[in-house]
């Protein structure tokens, strides 16, 4: 278990992983959140919050355990993120 969204249970996550296994060679990165209240409204209506909120856990969470796991890539390795379908998909009305 990891929040995303706090690097200490990030770098607590990879210490495990590190004190565990030792080397990586691939990170799967298939992490996303949204406010509930957010995906129900159109999505002009989405909130400053939930915007931040969505884009911090779904987005920079990529970044942030990449950075977690580069140390650990010593024979190298790759990072594979998944999007969701209805991320190519809007329904919005302006």
């Known amino acids: 278990m990891c929040d995303v969204s706090s690097d200490e249970q990030i770098a607590g996550l990879f210490e495990q992983l590190k004190s565990r296994y030792g080397t990586l060679h691939g990170l799967v990165h298939s992490v996303a959140f949204a406010h509930a209240e957010d995906l129900k409204n159109e999505f002009v209506n989405t909130s400053r919050e939930g915007f931040r909120v969505a884009h ?14 580069a140390p650990l890539m010593t024979e190298g390795g790759g990072v594979v993120t998944l999007s969701y379908f209805g991320a190519g998909k809007s329904r919005s009305k302006i």
Do not use: N
């Not at 911090?56 to 796991?69: F, G, K, N, Q």
């Open 56 to 69: 911090d856990i779904s987005v920079y969470s990529l970044i942030a355990v990449t950075r977690a796991a």
